[in-house]
């Protein structure tokens, strides 16, 4: 008994905690179309997470997953909030969603953006992320991925 009362406290703290902390969903226009999803895991430092289509030609689905570091947040207007980030992190998908024609890739991602969150619950950001991977496909030279795409997000901050 005094061991399930002990879990269950824990799980509950984690709970709390972890809905205290700064959240943001939205999306991100590059090279595709995401749902982004933002996560503030120590101040001021987050984790993004995003998923959605990407390609023109050879359409597919795409996952990514960054730890960013937040390097500086500027006092340059008296009411928004103002940050620079960077950070590693991966990313996996399909280039194609016909099972026929699908190839796998998977790879190590950077990110460096700017990010401006208003007095209201509205963040913009434009960023860069360069990919480097591998894929299973002769549409990349010798199976090796790389991108090198800028991106604009926005989001609901909550």
């Not at 509950?12 to 595709?32: H, M, T």
């Not at 359409?59 to 730890?67: D, E, L, N, Q, V």
Request: with cysteine; net charge neutral.
């Amino acid at each position: 008994m005094k061991k399930t009362l002990i879990i269950i406290a824990a799980v509950l703290g984690f709970a709390v905690a972890a809905s205290a902390q700064p959240k943001a969903i939205g999306g991100r226009l590059g090279y595709g179309i995401e749902a982004s999803y933002q996560h503030y895991l120590g101040d001021p430092n987050f984790l993004e997470i995003n998923a959605g289509i990407w390609g023109l030609s050879d359409i597919g689905f795409k996952a990514t997953g960054i730890y960013n570091f937040v390097f500086a947040q500027p006092a340059w207007s008296p009411r928004g909030f103002w940050s620079w980030y960077a950070g590693p992190g991966v990313t996996f998908g399909t280039t194609a969603y016909n099972e026929k024609n699908g190839k796998f890739f998977f790879g190590l991602v950077g990110q460096i953006g700017l990010e401006y969150e208003f007095w209201f619950p509205l963040q913009l950001s434009a960023d860069l992320r360069p990919t480097f991977g591998f894929c299973d496909s002769e549409f990349y030279k010798d199976g090796i991925s790389y991108g090198f795409i800028p991106t604009i997000s926005i989001r609901y901050a909550f």
